[in-house]
């Protein structure tokens, strides 16, 4: 395997953070393993595998492909959901756990990274998240090394406006189209351990898949070799420096001295492995079964999203939303992030402002997002808003159908689209049309 997958298996499970359950279930009864079947195979009820590529995007991959067979037995047939939501919008979604106290650094991450785990993923999409399908925000299988991105990655990510930058470009996240797609969830979920071989039997005796999170050993990973399919313990290469995620899709115990587990995985040339209940054992950490969905929807509040020149409070400035309120519950639950009432923190940030364009002139903004504009509070006197703060408000609703245009009593603002506006030169204000004002 090569190295830059090696590096990227590695931030599978280092970067992002760890989210936690919003809500479980576990109703289910555990099979007894003498009433299961000594072979369950569930590959005929997988969608098509998929190849994640150069990028360490296979807690993405492992999610979207259990979500994409809950619906199947759920009766919505060949669906094909967007990876490259779930892993941008999980990263341009992410509040950093610990506040910063410089209003103009990054608390989120760039869409293009990797990291997490995909029992976390499957948390979130039972938090309010979503994906669409395919169709709606492609994948990209070499993100970073597209020739119009150069530029734009050799920024600090540091700053806030330089994620912004990089997240809010439309020919990446197009907010409008994407308020106009149809998305797909969880309602519950159970998690079980990892390494332990009679849960995960159980749960795909009772017919579901299990998202797996687990350590990757040496053996998988030698340079300059095809990955093996099938996955054993080799104690002279079972040193393990990364993770990965999979789903594990049935299991086969025919050969009492030899028994496995079918897994299906998102490299290509390995799609299909054979892991052994050993190895399992040895290197597996966590383990989720998705056990009901959500009906389809429609989230019409992305639309909100953008980069927006804003005139506010006799101000001008660039108004950054990122951020849907309460998102971040799952990784602040993680890491025991408490309000006032120590209750995990309802956060209500949408975004930041810079007054004049100035990337370093930052407030943070509270607020909220809905499908006929959004509400913004900004505190003057406190440019570092607490993420749970209450500001003075001021609704901007949007004028038309194209939602390019935002009015408020006192304030309007334009969603900028130009290359400019994502460009190291920046954007002029001067040269932002006029709008007509609601007073």
């Known amino acids: 395997m090569r190295g830059l997958k090696r590096i990227l298996l590695v931030a599978c499970l280092v970067l992002g953070g760890y989210l936690v359950p919003a809500k479980a279930d576990h109703s289910e009864t555990v099979r007894l393993k003498a009433e299961r079947p000594a072979k369950i195979d569930l590959w005929k009820q997988q969608s098509p595998v998929k190849d994640q590529g150069d990028r360490g995007t296979c807690i993405a991959h492992s999610t979207v492909a259990a979500l994409e067979a809950a619906y199947m037995r759920a009766g919505h047939e060949g669906l094909d959901f967007s990876e490259e939501f779930a892993i941008f919008g999980t990263k341009m979604f ?15 991450k760039p869409g293009f990274l990797s990291g997490g785990f995909g029992k976390g993923y499957v948390h979130q999409l039972a938090n309010g998240f979503g994906v669409p399908e395919e169709k709606a925000m492609p994948y990209r299988n070499r993100y970073p090394q597209e020739p119009d991105t150069m530029d734009e990655l050799s920024s600090s990510w540091a700053f806030q406006f330089e994620v912004d930058r990089f997240n809010l470009n439309p020919r990446r996240f197009d907010a409008v189209a994407l308020s106009k797609a149809t998305y797909y969830g969880v309602q519950s979920y159970q998690d079980i351990s990892g390494r332990d071989t009679d849960q995960i ?13 687990f350590l990757v050993p040496e053996s998988l990973t030698q340079p300059g070799k095809r990955c093996p399919t099938s996955w054993v313990v080799n104690p002279k290469l079972s040193e393990c420096n990364s993770g990965h995620s999979v789903l594990i899709v049935g299991y086969d115990r025919t050969d009492p001295d ?23 054992r040895r290197f597996g950490k966590d383990g989720t079964v998705i056990t ?29 939303i990122y951020h849907m309120p309460g998102i971040a519950k799952t990784n602040f639950a993680r890491f025991g992030v408490l309000g006032s009432d120590g209750e995990t923190l309802s956060e209500r940030r949408i975004g930041t402002f810079f007054l004049n364009g100035d990337p370093m002139q930052a407030y943070r903004v509270n607020g909220s997002l809905a499908s006929d504009g959004v509400t913004v509070q900004i505190d003057w006197d406190n440019a570092n808003l607490p993420y749970d703060a209450v500001a003075k408000s001021t609704k901007l609703t949007f004028r038309n159908s194209t939602k390019a245009e935002l009015t408020g009593k006192g304030a309007r603002a334009v969603r900028l689209k130009s290359f400019d506006a994502f460009s190291n030169q920046g954007i002029a204000l001067a040269d932002i049309p006029e709008v007509e004002r609601m007073d």
Not at 260 to 280: C, D, Q, T
Not at 293 to 319: M, N, S
């Open 94 to 108: 992410w509040l950093e756990p610990t506040e910063t106290n410089r209003p103009y650094a990054a608390e989120n």
């Open 201 to 213: 039997e159980a749960a795909l005796a009772a017919g579901r898949e299990v998202v797996w999170d």
């Open 258 to 280: 030899n028994p496995v587990f079918l897994i299906k995985n998102s490299w290509k040339g390995a799609e299909k492995i054979r892991a052994s209940y050993e190895f399992v």
């Open 292 to 320: 009901a969905v959500t009906a389809p929807r429609t989230w019409q509040e992305l639309a909100g999203l953008g980069r927006w020149y804003v005139e506010i409070d006799g101000r001008k400035g660039l108004l950054d």
